[in-house]
């Protein structure tokens, strides 16, 4: 059996769910788990999540899913379909500081997060050693703003071919549109504040000045308009009055670090719908 | 459309949510939200909750049930079905310590819960005015260890025919395995810790005494077996070397009254289903 | 023995806490508590809350008051201080909504918030039953934009003399510069996001339609610039993808209590120093 | 000026504060952070931890440890005094899961936790290649219920003279009190339940039973009571119906990792005091 997970989201209306899970109880698959929402049950959007099991000896990959297109054009569904033997290739890209990035090496290798890392990105050298550890390969790109263009052009050749989706763990350089646009896959980044509050730069300085009791990071998809892009995951934690900027970074890490591995894991097992500019992020 | 939600358990094979799903959509029903359970794929439990909008008109209620009975005998299921025209009737059972009962009046008038409150019982009269001033009967019960069993009588008395469940809003007297079969409904609590510690009297005195750094609250059913039954929900809330007993009570009641709020409304929304001694509460 | 609180701060130089616990001890006064804080050991703003017992037959409480004037004078010290003895009165505006309103009528009726009530004014009807069921004088005072002036003169006759602080307790009109300037007094406000983030109209839909992971409620002085005051409590939740607006606005309501009694109660504690537009909570 | 910390506790009276910040400042010291706690003002006990700088050049150590007896004694207080200069070594035990023991290796690398690491000692062997990859000796020392007391014996020999506290990184061995007599210094465990619930083996199995909705994870000193020692921080999490054993675990593993590193870092910092069975941790 081979575990399979299929992402819907179409027009709603009468008899979807009923219309699909006949289709893949037709198709002898085995639902392990299935996950419905409807923005509106009147005229608005569905969105599905079926995880199953897929007995491919009976029904080939190839079939099942000409016969699910049928379904969905019906049902003007847009809908991906990924199948567990298939794993991702995560590439990551780092500035100096370094315990995000080290959070996922260690929870990649301990088999926490079902992934391949096949390439670490920094524009400094600070983090080659620790990545070469753990026999990843390590690329220096360096970035300046007169280089941008020649950076991200390196960076592409790089990610292109050999990397699923790319994250920014704690990536202190703006990636540019066009960046965006041709490496054409999903980028997530992990932003040090709880957004939409204190966007841009040095948030948790922002936030001490502020004087907010609690503080954040959000993982969220990178978009052309940074720090706007569709939030997936956000951590918090109380903060005191004794409290240095120092204090919040050190917080923040956890936060940083957690926020972006659970948005991580969410992604891995194809548990995130995209709608519009918002996340449904199934459990 | 009469808002309508159907409970199901079974054992667990393929097909079920195709057969479910396809049943309701036969029945002209138009789903709204469903969400399903499995415990273990492979031989295991399915758990399921469907809310639909039933059209009477078309498909009465009773032909509904008749059918869907069919169905449900094929599976092996045990389900429930709840009509929104129907109001339930909430009992509340109160000591002298009145945070949550008042937090639940409050709730209730306001429409947040969808509920009616026929009435509220007493071993104290210190209520009676709070209680009244909503225009509930208040009916004073006293309690003594020689008297329980009259005591439970009258209660029961009270409570029959005239509550759908009840709600033990910080009542301080154990009731007995005899009250809840005669009473025969769902019996819901509140302990003023995060059980499984600090079952019995006192809770936050013994959680200060342990030097715990966090404290919490817990909602369950009431079953024979006191502070053992299905945990519904539960709050918690970090505390300082600085707090008092004192302080923990003020902060307990906080959780206290969340907890069971929050576990009502579950409740009222029939998102509850048991399994042995676990819940499965859908959000 | 009198309850007394001693606010106090100065810029930090050495040997303050010897100065001032030196004076306390002559003075036959009995700590009970002492918090300091230093924003800078070097060169920054000393903080400190003092609290002890004053035996006011050994020294009554115009000469302390006295002395320590002198001191404070060397130390270039900005101080009040606060006598238990002295219960604060607490103004109280609403307008439609009453859960905040409901939430501190009862916790001062337990004695939790150890504070007077003398006033509720509102520039709508809906809550006049509530609050006179307790025994509270109710002041319906309508606010249009052409009445703004008229409504705030009407409100400041009715605060000023009979309250030593006000609370908006979702009071959803901007009260002017002039109204705070001629109050003089301390106004609480209770906004319905988590600060900074979502000022302004409808924070729930705002936060819902940003697609947030988590909400919050600020409670904050009220300054010149609206949802720009000194943060005093600030508390979060989870939510989810299923979440509507009116859900949202729910679980709001639940932080909103708490972040705004939580404030009340430090600040009836004297727990709360200004340091420019932060806040310094001691707990 | 070096960093210092000065730890006292003493029955309580008055003129205590008085008298220690005058000390103090007569011994040319400035006073970075003052923490005072009484469990109760009339009779209780005293908590206090200063945090200064000394300067030696003026007065040198011995002179002022030699002065600060004499007061102490008076006090009837116990007291210890820590310099920044130096640096404290942490022994770190470790069984097969290594989440904990990678996580502190990587906050003592980035320069997060102020420790040396001289030595992790392990009874299994997995955790090797890691350790030395970051130039730490690595020490297996088997344990079987007939080898405890050579394997224990063989630890002491390895940490005696070379740390000055231990950490049970998931060290899923019990340790005896003559261990803990013959170490005759602080050791740290990380339990992976919200104590006192779930004592004993495999927790995360036990709350998934119980169903508890929130798991939790609690640092605390090892004493001969197993999972009775004084708690010096808990982290919690929110658990959901879908969540397996398997689930609960990887949660719980960032509970542990977080609650253990704040202990830690507590304890680095001298911010912790021991009354009875219970912690008092300064913030």
Redesign the interface.
């Known amino acids: 059996m081979t575990h399979t997970v299929l992402l819907i989201q179409c027009p709603d209306k009468?008899?979807i769910?009923?219309r699909v899970?006949?289709f893949?109880?037709r198709h002898d698959a085995?639902?392990?788990?299935?996950?419905?929402?409807?923005t509106d049950?009147e005229g608005g959007r569905f969105f599905m999540r079926l995880e199953f099991?897929l007995d491919e000896a009976k029904v080939p990959r190839a079939k099942f899913e000409k016969d699910w297109a049928g379904i969905a054009k019906e049902l003007g569904a847009t809908w991906s379909i990924h199948y567990g033997t298939e794993r991702m290739r995560m590439g990551i890209l780092v500035s100096k500081q370094?315990?995000c990035l080290?959070d996922l090496l260690?929870r990649q290798r301990?088999g926490?997060l079902n992934v391949d890392i096949p390439i670490v990105i920094s524009n400094h050298k600070e983090c080659r050693e620790l990545v070469e550890?753990y026999g990843i390969p390590f690329h220096y790109v360096p970035f300046t703003a007169t280089t941008q263009s020649e950076a991200e052009g390196a960076m592409l050749e790089l990610l292109r071919g050999t990397t699923d989706f790319a994250v920014l763990a704690r990536y202190m350089r703006v990636v540019s549109d066009s960046f965006l646009t041709e490496y054409g896959r999903d980028v997530i980044n992990i932003h040090h504040s709880?957004?939409?509050?204190?966007k841009g730069a040095d948030p948790y300085r922002q936030a001490h000045?502020?004087?907010?009791?609690?503080i954040?990071a959000t993982a969220h998809f990178v978009t052309r308009d940074l720090d706007e892009g569709?939030?997936?995951?956000?951590m918090?934690d109380?903060i005191?009055?004794?409290d240095t900027v120092d204090d919040l970074r050190?917080k923040g890490?956890?936060l940083e670090k957690?926020a972006l591995a659970n948005a991580i894991q969410a992604y891995l097992e194809h548990r995130i719908i995209l709608d519009a500019?918002?996340?449904?992020?199934?459990?």
């Open positions: 009468k008899g769910v009923a899970s006949d893949v109880f085995n639902i392990i788990n299935s996950d419905q929402h409807s049950p099991g370094d315990h080290f260690h301990s926490e550890r709880f957004l939409p509050s204190f000045e502020r004087g907010v009791k609690i954040g569709p939030i997936i995951e956000q918090v109380r005191y009055y004794k050190r890490r956890n957690l500019n918002r996340t449904i992020v199934f459990q």
